[in-house]
């Protein structure tokens, strides 16, 4: 695909950064520091890469490697010599620096101090995993000298924890920049990229994740079944590898957290039944893994909403491509090395229906939660589902003023995600029935239905694909 699609707030947020550079400060001090942080692959270089094209300002674009401490410097050095600050050429043959301080003086020098100018720092949390006094380093020349230039220092890093843990308290580079959160591509940007309608652009995002990498190899207008019957017959395709090279950088040692994610994608949602899937994990493992894929936002633990405690918690994978990869995927790679990806898209086939109605709920309900104000009654603050030990009843979508403990429930809802089935009379009144079921709801809590094929049901307010995309427009 040609063209920059989505991130219409992300270059809004950086152009506005780069407008405080260029107007000072009253403290004498334009600088301004900014910490991007995002799933692996899902495209914060690209992002920075179009600011960067689009501003036409000189700049320093520095990517770690990981390999050492030495080969980075080495690294950084070169990349400053080669930039397109002004004066870049004046350091080539300069030497490779030997630390951190002095990389960074070697970078105050080479910035233009009467205009503004960009340096961007790639992979992050490798150079602090390499060096125990980076984050000084870094501190230290910003507050000193950095800050005082009109340059916009930009952070990238995709260890969500790691780049999180930068700007606490504590921590050397605390409270001296900005964050910003890059998500993957949402689904209408998946309808505008790929020339999809709705329904097809939801089924399309359930299985890409909203990846850039996935959707440049998906042919536009391709429905889904065109791009998996293509993409099944290469092994080396982009929804092949991404998967096993983001397991692979997230979890290079602990086998054990990648078992009980491989047991949630496979669908096990309940603390007993991914311990047993994982091997029957001793309960202080199985805690300590979930924590641990809590912590870099791999998996949710959601509990349900209503106006009574629970502690029914279920898990389930937080990246949509990850999830369809573990069920589908991974398993699937020795087949489609031996040249049968008909086989496993045979298998997707078979349990297509029953895994996207699981899977579309948490985007439906983020879908909501943009919507809140033009489709949900006042007051409603949150949205979650319901649900019991047994699943009876188990609620797809409820409304409420708080969570996970709610004062006040002001809807309740189902998702019918199918084909040419619409929501129908039986389904309203099935609803009803879960309705009655549900702390704090009564029989004047409003009623809602998210539907794939529309409603033939009265006295439900009905919301399609074509309402739900409006979200993120």
């Known amino acids: 695909m040609d063209g920059f699609i989505g991130r219409r707030s992300e270059l809004a947020h950086l152009d506005d950064l780069m407008d405080k550079v260029r107007s000072g400060s009253r403290t004498g001090r334009p600088g301004r520091a900014l910490l991007v942080r995002g799933r692996r692959r899902v495209g914060k270089s690209r992002l920075v890469e179009e600011f ?19 080969e980075d410097l080495a ?17 080539s043959g300069y030497g490779t620096p030997q630390s951190w301080d002095a990389a960074f003086g070697m970078l105050a020098t080479a910035l233009p101090a009467d205009s503004p100018s960009v340096v961007v720092l790639d992979e992050m949390p490798y150079l602090v995993s390499e060096d125990p006094s980076f984050e000084g380093a870094l501190q230290k020349a910003f507050d000193r000298t950095l800050s005082r230039l009109p340059v916009l220092l930009v952070l990238v890093g995709s260890d969500l924890a790691m780049m999180e843990k930068l700007n606490t308290y504590g921590r050397p580079f605390y409270q001296r920049g900005t964050e910003m959160v890059v998500p ?24 890409s994740g909203g990846l850039p990498l996935i959707l440049e190899e998906w042919p536009r207008g391709a429905d889904l079944w065109e791009y998996l019957g293509t993409a099944l017959r290469h092994p080396t395709s982009a929804l092949l590898v991404s998967g096993e090279r983001t397991l692979a950088a997230e979890f290079p ?25 994982a091997g029957d994990l001793h309960p202080s493992s199985l805690t300590r893994s979930l924590q641990l894929l809590t912590g870099r936002r ?19 994978i937080e990246d949509p491509y990850l999830r369809f990869w573990l069920s589908f995927i991974g398993p699937g790679i020795p087949t489609v090395e031996r040249g049968r990806g008909d086989r496993v898209l045979d298998i997707i086939r078979a349990h297509w229906t029953t895994w ?13 939660w943009r919507l809140i104000d ?61 309705r009655s079921r549900l702390p704090g709801a009564d029989a ?11 409603s033939t049901a009265t006295g439900v307010t009905v919301l399609t694909p074509d309402d739900l995309i409006g979200a993120w427009r």
């Open 298 to 316: 791999m998996v949710a633990a959601d509990l349900p909403l209503s106006t009574r405690p629970s502690r029914e918690t279920r898990y389930r």
């Open 444 to 454: 004047t809590t409003p009623l809602l239905a998210v539907t794939r094929s529309g």
């Open 374 to 434: 033009d489709h949900l009654p006042a007051g409603t603050q949150t949205i979650g589902g319901y649900w019991t030990r047994t699943n009876d009843p188990e609620i797809d979508i409820v409304g409420a003023d708080r969570s996970p403990i709610a004062k006040r429930i002001t809807a309740v809802g189902s998702i019918k995600w199918l084909e040419n089935k619409p929501f129908d009379q039986r389904d309203l009144a099935r609803l009803r029935i879960h």
């Open 253 to 277: 040692t602990e086998a054990q957290a990648r078992t009980v994610l491989g047991a949630i994608g496979h669908g096990e949602r309940t603390f007993t039944l991914i311990g047993r899937a």
């Open 75 to 91: 690294g950084f050095g070169a990349e400053i010599a080669a930039s397109s600050l002004p004066d870049a050429a004046r350091f």
């Open 356 to 368: 996207r109605g699981r899977a579309v709920e948490p985007v439906v309900r983020e879908a909501l």
């Open 184 to 207: 993957p591509l949402s689904p209408a940007d998946v309808a505008d990229m790929l020339g999809l309608s709705p329904a097809d652009a939801f089924d399309a995002y359930l299985v």
């Open 52 to 70: 960067l094209e689009r501003s036409r300002l000189p700049h320093l674009f520095f990517t770690a490697i990981g390999g050492s401490k030495e």
